[in-house]
Structures are given as structure tokens and as C-alpha cells.
């Protein structure tokens, strides 16, 4: 929560010059009722309520949360969407056949407050059973507030929870706490329990400790018997992120190591994690407290962190040194240049092993990207993303994520479309399958980069500037091309997920942008409708380029080139829903473009925390 009363103070004295005090509410409370009446009512639709992506059955979820000013003017709204901040991270894990989710999760509303624990199961990461809230406010340690944490399993195979939690009034002053499963027999794990000498972390003098939160999974390192973990912070006066390392031998006393293992100007740093990934472009994952001494050569490291400032989430790839504690990106400008799992609405994302598939699994929250009154109306809001599996890419330069293969399972009634060439300013209707719920692949061919547009050199490192200023249906030379997703009929609503090719100067290489642009998304004049872009990295040798989109109702996830490039948008169609979603294919660029092979299934909907 680092800061948060000077900065709701500041952002509100700049909504006061803006707008004038007589324009701007904030409530805190208002009833659903009072609240639908402010909304058009296709925010509200129950048909725009996710089918297939993670969520309770009702109420606010959060992985990393924002609270919303309402404002009469939405721009504003837009600014201080970034200053309204908590920080609860999820702890994801698997146990005895089950994979566990704990999340941050308010069981009286739908918007930030009264924060628990929820707690969540499935066999398949797809289908979801919701169980009892596993940790709650009820301790010295935690009594103002149980956030962020993370789930490590001991060697005996018994899982522990870290935790941080506010143990004062008022400040938000933040120490971990421990907790233990009550009965390590119960697969379900339904019951934790918190030790007397909670807590086991506490801020030194030198740390802000409204700046101090989100212990990381722990690891083993060496043979010296100690379990390291990372606390996110914030040093110079909240300009400098900060990844302390903490060490015990127990889970009951942990001391500081002197020096972080990492840190950038970066403003603070919330939801680290650090993980090893094969160095030889091998898909399979690893457990951090498996990485043997011999094996260090052949392994990375990957260490991400949440941005407070930004609010998004970005990672190096680099070397770990477990004698000095310190981690080095291997590209000396990572800090800057910010690599990022996803370009779009993806926030305080957090990775753990599953020892069932011998993979990495990544999961990330996104927020709603509608209003707090918009929240209270439909009674719900946030949703994870679909669970991804992660793997560095043989370049060694940049992570590779791709959905899990469960969700395959949800696919039926398949559609294809193959060889067919969409020339410029055509667009081909994908029909045969309802499509407000979908799965699509497909592979686009260029038969030539000759037409390329050249890139600006101001816009070469800001790829949603240059989305914003190349949108969708701004007519390019080699794209922009892509798909048309939940569109209506008359494609008047679409949200846009597409490539366009660039070409810089004394340079072989291209510049290919991936973005999605929902800006004609819905008719509803006061929605916010940000675009979103990341710059794929290929070379486009083969003239190929695939696409990878799921759909779901109000979601629109995007891997872009085997999943180099990902982008989740939160869109809200006024048109475009249920069986009044479309498809399209469509090319803007003036150089043809064919499609080698579209293949669109429709999506089951999988048991959802019983809703």
C-alpha cells in the first residue's frame, strides 16, 4: 500500500485544479440499485460475465487491486485509476493431486475492502471448486489486514504460507507472518494456522515499512542449509525498487542479507518472484530448490517484478551468484527497456513448479477496465488470466508463455479456414461456430516486406504509442492485419488484435508490432478503451507469423508468434454479445495477406467456483 495517504492526497488535489471540487464524488459505498442506474445496461449484461477464466461467483477478486475515484469526467478517472493502490498477491500450488489457488478476494462486495483469503481447487486448473477462506485478520501480526504471499513446499512435502500483514492502525505497516496447514494429511488443506512468534519478518530502521510486502516463494541454494526468500520494497525515497533476500534455516527466524539481490530505478517493486528456467531452450520447468550445483551452467534465472508505479509487470533474464546473493540481467539495459510477460491488463502475476507436469505455470490477475459504479452494478469484478506455461526461449534472450494444455479440453465444433488470400482492404466472416466464446488460431503468410511502412525513430521504443498513432484501421503498408473479435453484425462494435510490419534503415531485421485495439469495442461513449502493443521479435524469415486469440465474453487474450507476445484486453460491447458476437479476418495493409490456416473452435464453460 506503500504511501497511499500521500498519494490519494496528491492525486486528489490534482483532481480538485482539474475538475474543480464541486465535480468530482467519491463514495465508498453505494448500493447496487443506486449504482445500475448509472450504467448503460449492457455493462451490467449477466452475458458479459466471463465463462471460462478464473473467478469467484460473485464480488471483487484481486491479485493486486485498485481502488476507483468516480468522477464526472472519465479522463480524470482514468489518471487516478493508477493512485488508488493495495497489494495482495495470490499463492498458487500444488498438493497431493490438487492445484491450490489462494487469492485476495472481498466475500461482502464487489469492490476493494474487507480483504480474505479465498481459497480454491481443481484437478485441472480449469475446472475450480471453491473451499473455506484459509486466512483471515485474526492475530496482532495481521489485524489491520492479511495481503500478499506466496506457498513453499518443504522438503517433506508439507507446504508453508508466507504472508504480509498490517499489524497497526492508520499506517499501513507491513511484516510477514507464517502459516501452517493445520492437518498436512487433508488434501484440501481447508484449514491454516498461524504460529505465536508471528511475525518472523519485521522492517529494519532503514526499510519504509509502508514499502515492504509480498514475500516470494523461498528457495534452498547451496549447501549451507538456508532458505532464502524476497521481500518487495522501495529505497531513495520510493524512486528505487528494491529486492531484499532474507534468510533462515526454519521459517521462524530470518535475517536480512546486506546487500539486495537486485535493484532499478524503477519506482517500488511489489510481487517479486524468482525462478531458475532451462538455458537450452527446454520446455520443461523447474523447482527452484531442485537446481543442483552441477546444473547451474545450463540453468537462468528469471526475476519480475510488479511495478507500483506502471502497473504492469516486467522481468529480466539473468544470472544468479547464490555465494554473494546477487542476481545480474544479462542485458545490461533490462531495467529500462522492461521486458513484459504481457502488454495488456495483466498485474502482480506469480509463477509456481507443478511436479504433476513438470512445468512452470504462470498466473496473473486482470482488473475490470469499467468503473467502480459498473462493479457494484454487476456485483462482480477481476478475473484471472488463463493459467500459462512459461519457458525461456532458445535466444535466451526473453520468455515464451503459451496456455496451459488443459483448456484444450474445452474446445468443440471446430471451423477451418485454409489458403484463403484477404487482399487489401478486404475481410473475410469466420462462420459456423458462436464466437463470443472462443478459441482461435491461426497463421498468417506475407509473400513480401517490400510495401513495409518505415518506423518512426520516436516511436521505435513505444510500441502503444505507436498502436495509438497506427491504430487498426489506419491503412499501412504490409498490415495492419489481423482479426475482428466480438464484432457485431454490421462490425460498427469490434475489438482488433493485429500485426503490422515495419522496416528500419540500414537494418535487415523488421519491426513487427502486435496490438489490440478495442477503441471501437462498444458504443457506450464513456468507456474506457486504452490500446495495447509489444513489439514481437522475428525476424519473419519463412514470411509466417501466427496468432493465437481466446475469447470470452468480455476478455480477449492474444499470444502473438508462438507466444512471444502476449496481450489480455478487458472489452465491454454493447452489440457484440452472446450469439451476436462475430469474426472476422481483415487486412488494412496494402501488400496481400493469406491466411495459411485458421482453425476457431467454440469454448465450453468449465465448473467455476460453483457459479
Known amino acids: 500500500m506503500g504511501a ?21 464524488v467519491y463514495r465508498d459505498f453505494e448500493t447496487k440499485a443506486a449504482a445500475t442506474e448509472k450504467v448503460p445496461p449492457s455493462i451490467v449484461d449477466p ?17 493486486s487491486s485498485k481502488k476507483r475515484i468516480s468522477c464526472i469526467y472519465n479522463y480524470i478517472w482514468c489518471f487516478v485509476l493508477i493512485y488508488f493502490l493495495s497489494d495482495e498477491t495470490a499463492a498458487p500450488m500444488y498438493y497431493e493431486g490438487w492445484y491450490h489457488f489462494f487469492y485476495q478476494y472481498n466475500p461482502k462486495g464487489a469492490v476493494w475492502d474487507n480483504i480474505v483469503w479465498a481459497h480454491s481447487v481443481s484437478r485441472d486448473l480449469i475446472n475450480w471448486h471453491a473451499l473455506e477462506t484459509a486466512i483471515e485478520p485474526s492475530i496482532p501480526a495481521d489485524k489491520y489486514g492479511c495481503w500478499s504471499g506466496s506457498a513453499t513446499t518443504m522438503p517433506d512435502g508439507t507446504p508453508v504460507i508466507m504472508y504480509t500483514g498490517v499489524n497497526r492502525p492508520g499506517v499501513k ?20 494456522v498461524k504460529p505465536d512468534h508471528n511475525p518472523v519478518i519485521v522492517p529494519e530502521r532503514d526499510i519504509n515499512a509502508t514499502e515492504f510486502r509480498d514475500p516470494t516463494t523461498a528457495w534452498l ?23 531484499y533476500v532474507y534468510r533462515s534455516r526454519d521459517f521462524k527466524e530470518w535475517r536480512r542479507v546486506k546487500r539486495p539481490l537486485h535493484s532499478a530505478a524503477t519506482g517500488m517493486w511489489e510481487c517479486p518472484d524468482f525462478y531458475p528456467v532451462s538455458r537450452d531452450g527446454h520446455t520443461m520447468g523447474l523447482d527452484t530448490n531442485r537446481v543442483c550445483g552441477k546444473c547451474r551452467t545450463k540453468v537462468k534465472y528469471v526475476l519480475k517484478n510488479s511495478l507500483d508505479v506502471r502497473r504492469y509487470d516486467y522481468y529480466t533474464v539473468g544470472t544468479y551468484d547464490q555465494k554473494d546473493e546477487r542476481y545480474v540481467p544479462d542485458d545490461p539495459a533490462g531495467d529500462e ?24 505455470v504462470l498466473w496473473g490477475w486482470a482488473n475490470e477496465s469499467d468503473t467502480r459504479d459498473h462493479d457494484v452494478a454487476k456485483g462482480w469484478a477481476g478475473i484471472q488470466a488463463i493459467p500459462r506455461k512459461v519457458w525461456l526461449d532458445f535466444s535466451g534472450k526473453q520468455l515464451l508463455q503459451w496456455p496451459i494444455e488443459e483448456v484444450e479440453a474445452l474446445r468443440h465444433q471446430p471451423v477451418t479456414l485454409k489458403d484463403t488470400v484477404i487482399k487489401a482492404g478486404e475481410h473475410v466472416e469466420v462462420t459456423g461456430l458462436e ?15 517490400d510495401c513495409a511502412e518505415s518506423l518512426d525513430p520516436a516511436l521505435a521504443h513505444d510500441a502503444e504509442r505507436l498502436c495509438g498513432a497506427r491504430g487498426a484501421d489506419v491503412e499501412g503498408g504490409v498490415g495492419p492485419f489481423g482479426l475482428w473479435v466480438l464484432a457485431s453484425a454490421n462490425r460498427e462494435e469490434r475489438t482488433a488484435v493485429f500485426f503490422r510490419v515495419f522496416k528500419v534503415a540500414g537494418s535487415d531485421k523488421p519491426v513487427v508490432l502486435m496490438c489490440t485495439d478495442p477503441t471501437k469495442s462498444s458504443l457506450n461513449p464513456d468507456m474506457y478503451r486504452p490500446t495495447f502493443a509489444g513489439f514481437v521479435d522475428t525476424h519473419l524469415s519463412d514470411g509466417k507469423i ?18 512471444k507476445t502476449c496481450i489480455l484486453s478487458r472489452v465491454y460491447p454493447s452489440l457484440a454479445i452472446d450469439k451476436n458476437a462475430h469474426l472476422y479476418v481483415f487486412n488494412n495493409g496494402e501488400e496481400d495477406v493469406k491466411v495459411s490456416l ?14
Not at 498519494?7 to 485544479?17: E, H, I, N, P, T
Not at 507472518?177 to 484440501?188: E, G, I
Not at 497463421?443 to 516486406?449: D, Q
Open 546 to 563: 501466427s496468432l493465437r486469440t481466446l475469447i470470452d465474453r468480455s476478455v480477449v487474450e492474444s499470444f502473438g508468434d508462438g507466444g
Open 435 to 449: 464466437t463470443e466464446q472462443a478459441d482461435v488460431e491461426v497463421t498468417f503468410e506475407l509473400s513480401s516486406l
Open 47 to 63: 452475458l458479459l460475465r466471463t465463462g471460462y477464466h478464473f473467478q469467484p461467483p460473485k464480488n471483487w477478486i484481486n491479485v
Open 173 to 192: 505497516h507491513q511484516v510477514q507472518n507464517v502459516a501452517y496447514p493445520k492437518n498436512a494429511s487433508d488434501p484440501m488443506l481447508r484449514e491454516w
Open 221 to 243: 541454494a547451496g549447501d549451507d542449509g538456508h532458505w532464502r526468500l524476497l521481500v518487495g520494497s522501495a529505497a531513495e525515497g520510493g524512486a528505487r525498487g528494491v529486492a
Open 598 to 611: 485458421l482453425t476457431a473452435w467454440q469454448m465450453k464453460k468449465p465448473l467455476m467456483n460453483g457459479a
Open 337 to 360: 527497456h522492461h521486458l513484459r510477460y504481457d502488454y495488456g491488463n495483466f498485474y502482480a502475476s506469480k509463477t509456481f513448479y507443478d511436479p504433476a507436469k513438470q512445468r512452470r
Open 4 to 24: 497511499l495517504v500521500v498519494r490519494v492526497a496528491w492525486a486528489w488535489l490534482l483532481l480538485l485544479q482539474l475538475a474543480g471540487a464541486s465535480h468530482v
